[in-house]
């Protein structure tokens, strides 16, 4: 059974810097896959931040619009890690952040750490 676990979230004042961890368990060969950070914030749907392929797509990351230029997305494959980089923090991207991977089209997901980004 595939688990993820996030970890990294927080206060932060706008501006400011946060580097979010999702550890994965339960995957055979976590290099292989595609892992996702997501988010949702109060009242809105969750919507994309960041993906980044597995060795067979050479590791091609994609962002969103609203973060793309400011968030890193990366990987440890043999630590079983996916990690984003969050900087330039603003207001908006106060949110829960979700892990996400599809592994022989079964989806899953963590259970999301809090960003808060205030003042």
């Known amino acids: 059974q595939v688990q993820l676990v996030e970890s990294g979230g927080g206060l932060v004042q706008p501006g400011g810097s946060l580097r979010l961890s999702c550890a994965a368990s339960g995957i055979r060969v976590f290099s292989m896959y595609t892992m996702g950070w997501y988010r949702q914030a109060p009242g809105k749907q969750r919507e994309l931040v960041a993906t980044i392929t597995g060795v067979t797509g050479g590791g091609s990351t994609n962002y969103g619009d609203s973060v793309r230029g400011r968030f890193t997305i990366s990987r440890d494959n043999p630590k079983n890690t996916v990690y984003l980089q969050m900087n330039s923090l603003k207001p908006e991207d106060t949110a829960v952040y979700y892990c996400?991977?599809?592994?022989?089209?079964?989806?899953?997901w963590g259970q999301g750490t809090q960003v808060t980004v205030s003042s």
């Open positions: 996400n991977t599809n592994v022989l089209g079964y989806d899953s």
